[in-house]
């Protein structure tokens, strides 16, 4: 039977049949439609573990408020995310951790779903602090679970565990925000953008915050930030996204903090959150803090972001 009929008045037989559509019957509470399924998110402090998986917030990019990691072992120690699935189809599961050089490249998820279970193996030292999908599977509605060993080459992280109907998986899309898109509330620092090379520069000694405003779709969720730079000296950058109301008020949802390098060299940093934009209540901006210069203008550069974020499906 169709959920949606056009309103129609026809005669047969001498009697007035009336078709109306059920939707409209919904509205007026004689009839109930259900709700689409919601996406469920089991954190590591509702898992259950065999073994001792110490909490750490040593690396950003953890869902919620911390992680939990055990070095390499045989495969006795383990950490389980259990769910029940409330309507039988087709969902997609996935997985977050912090990514590190002493995180394995060989860390072993079994899924467990409708009749059957696979294993899905991760490199855990790329990908960090977004989801990572481990692959559509069908369940039943029933309780099923999700098992991370310590069967590896390194450090694994037991951090959340996604699980998404195919109906509701959001649009994930992204925009570049460019050197030149930054500016500085300050008509006296010495920070300055480089036509030529596309860069940001640090050009003197005083400690300066620039700041680039984000233009999302109402709704969107932000689920990471990427900044790229260049550091040739040993200070930290710091990075930050924040909002504002009209009246000025603002608040950090990812706060400018020492999350950049002190090993000079290093290209990126990545920032995660799950703030979802609301346009008619709040300005959006980027937000980057230079370190302590004295050196020449080259000695700290910063080149782009990119603003990763999902869109209502």
């Known amino acids: 039977m169709k959920r949606e009929m056009e309103v129609s008045a026809k005669f047969a037989a001498g009697f007035l049949i009336v078709l ?10 004689i009839l109930s439609v259900d709700a689409p399924p919601a996406e469920i998110i089991v954190d590591n402090p509702a898992a259950a573990y065999l073994g001792t998986w110490p909490t750490s917030t040593a690396i950003v990019g953890y869902y919620g408020s911390n992680y939990q990691s055990h070095a390499t072992g045989t495969g006795a120690n383990t950490a389980t995310w259990s769910f029940s699935i409330p309507s039988a189809g087709n969902w997609q599961v996935y997985a977050i951790w912090t990514s590190g050089t002493n995180r394995a490249t060989n860390a072993k998820y079994t899924v467990n779903y409708q009749d059957s279970s696979t294993v899905v193996t ?65 008509s006296d620092d010495y920070v300055q953008y480089d036509t030529t090379f596309g860069l940001l520069n640090r050009a003197g000694h005083i400690l300066s ?9 109402q709704g969107a969720t932000i689920t990471r930030v990427i900044f790229y730079y260049t550091d040739s000296d040993s200070d930290y950058f710091q990075f930050g996204l924040t909002r504002a109301t009209q009246d000025g008020t603002v ?59 999902e869109v209502p499906p």
């Open 20 to 29: 109306i559509t059920v939707s409209a019957l919904a509205l007026s509470g």
């Open 122 to 186: 991760v490199n855990q030292q790329v990908n960090g602090g977004s989801w990572q999908s481990l692959g559509t599977f069908a369940f039943n509605a029933a309780a099923y679970s999700v098992r991370l060993t310590d069967n590896a080459n390194g450090y694994v992280i037991a951090d959340a565990i996604r699980i998404a109907p195919i109906s509701i998986i959001r649009p994930r899309t992204n925009i570049t925000v460019p050197a030149s898109a930054f500016v500085s509330p300050r």
């Open 209 to 217: 915050v620039c700041q680039a405003p984000l233009q999302l779709p």
């Open 251 to 309: 608040t950090s949802l990812v706060p400018l903090s020492p999350i950049g390098s002190a090993t000079p060299g290093k290209t990126h940093v990545t920032l995660t959150t799950s703030a979802t934009v609301d346009n008619s209540k709040y300005y959006y901006y980027l937000r980057i803090r230079f370190p302590y210069s004295t050196i020449s203008v080259y000695n700290y550069c910063f080149q782009y972001a990119v603003v990763e974020y």
